[in-house]
DNA sequence: TAATAACATGTCAATACTTACATGTTATTA
DNA sequence: TAATAACATGTAAGTATTGACATGTTATTA
């Protein structure tokens, strides 16, 4: 599928950046609904350079360190606006450990199955707060058509997910604390 | 982290089950937060016997069709066991190609914009609906401490999810479409 | 009874992803 | 100024996952 791909393209489409930057942003708020690690990324960006859908310039930072300074091309923004502009069928649910812990969890010894639920909404609860921190730094809810909206709309989603969990995650708690 | 197995060594901590079968489970229900390919169960279900957590009897099914009835070893149901009863961290939020596509989606056409959101939601309300029918199978919600119990809370948290994205995709066209 | 769907088990090649290895520069701060 | 953190770019080995290939049996239904 090749949806790294997109993922670099689509940001080069913003704005000319080097590699290490594209993983400074894949560590941010990217973060909620896409990760790499930079041993993909510079191989990535390699096979685009063969391809034709990136070019870069070596820059000079300082005296000698040499960064490669990405560029979207005409091809590549062919591609990216074609993934962009299509459909796309929902993927298999993503895996998560915990939903499976929980699936086998009657093994458990009732105690310890709350403290598995306590201990995971502990940490959706944090990331929430985290996330709800970062929606107040918006000030107000950006224009439409800007990245920044869709950066808004994003963040909004990752909020959403987060409190659907914590909710649920409670409802469990109580289910298997009553009466 | 070889989850693969322990989801495995789970459905077989259970009951005793066929590779043919687990592939089903695993196509059932528990594709609400695990898939698994039956290419990757058959060498993984080897590797299991090998390591001494599975063993299986050879079944004759009609006349002459053989099938593997695993069960699990005590080896295994301990190797189970100490995982099911651990705290794990929350993994790096799983990768979901519809919100990177949104992402950059300020540079489309606002109408485009708001066809592929309706278009998402259509899935996902689909998804809902048929979740929501699975859960009126249950009738009423089962015994704690039954392997029912913890089948129901993990449809809860599927539905809860559901109805948390059909939720956001809402909002973000109203966004879309305001004033 | 012939076709089809479901049962049943595997391998192989390719892709995707992670972790560790490997190296060197530049800016900050103690 | 010495240490440290951040900048910067890569490779290699191993794990995880998918999709295609490969084969044959049994039950259902038209």
């Not at 790499?36 to 300082?62: A, C, D, F, N």
């Not at 005296?63 to 923004?77: A, D, N, P, Q, W």
Request: aromatic share 10%; with cysteine.
């Amino acid at each position: 599928m090749r949806i790294l791909k997109y993922a670099l393209l689509g940001m080069l489409n913003k704005q000319d950046m080097t590699g290490y930057e594209l993983m400074k942003l894949f560590e941010g708020a990217l973060s909620e609904f896409w990760s790499v690690k930079h041993s993909q990324i510079y191989p990535e960006l390699k096979r685009l350079t063969e391809e034709g859908m990136v070019t870069y310039t070596v820059e000079i930072s300082g005296s000698v360190l040499e960064k490669k300074l990405y560029s979207i091309t005409e091809l590549g923004r062919q591609d990216f606006m074609k993934w962009l502009g299509q459909t796309h069928k929902m993927k298999a649910t993503p895996k998560e450990e915990f939903r499976l812990q929980l699936f086998y969890s009657s093994a458990l010894a009732p105690e310890r199955q709350v403290y598995i639920l306590e201990n995971q909404l502990k940490q959706h609860n944090a990331r929430l707060e985290h996330l709800k921190k970062n929606q107040s730094e918006f000030g107000e809810v950006p224009k439409r058509g800007t990245y920044e909206f869709s950066d808004y709309l994003v963040l909004l989603g990752a909020i959403r997910r987060e409190e659907a969990t914590c909710n649920w995650l409670k409802e469990c708690i109580d289910m298997c604390k009553e009466d």
